[in-house]
């Protein structure tokens, strides 16, 4: 059984992302295994937040070349929590 913390792996920051967090939305990086209702369970548990909605992208790794080297960049899954009106996660703070 994973904890909380397995589940959620870094927050993401991004230009989208930070547009996000002005309607209430917050965007992590997850584990590839990692459920709605799992994640939902652990921003509660890790932030004291409540949780609407939590919708989540599979994001397939790109084919890369770097000097004359093919590789493919890990496949990740990012999670958009939206979380009920009054709360809010201020991810640069931390855990």
Not at 74 to 85: C, I, P, Q, R, Y
């Amino acid at each position: 059984m994973s904890t909380h913390h397995d589940v959620i792996l870094s927050p993401v920051i991004t230009e989208k992302a930070t547009k996000l967090s002005e309607s209430n939305q917050v965007v992590f990086r997850v584990t590839l295994d990692a459920t709605k209702s799992a994640i939902a369970k652990a921003v509660e548990a890790l932030f004291k937040v409540k949780v609407k909605a939590v919708n989540t992208v599979r994001v397939k790794g790109k084919k890369k070349i770097f000097r004359g080297t093919k590789f493919t960049r890990s496949d990740f899954k990012k999670a958009v929590v939206t979380l009920e009106e009054g709360h809010q996660i201020d991810i640069t703070t931390g855990l």
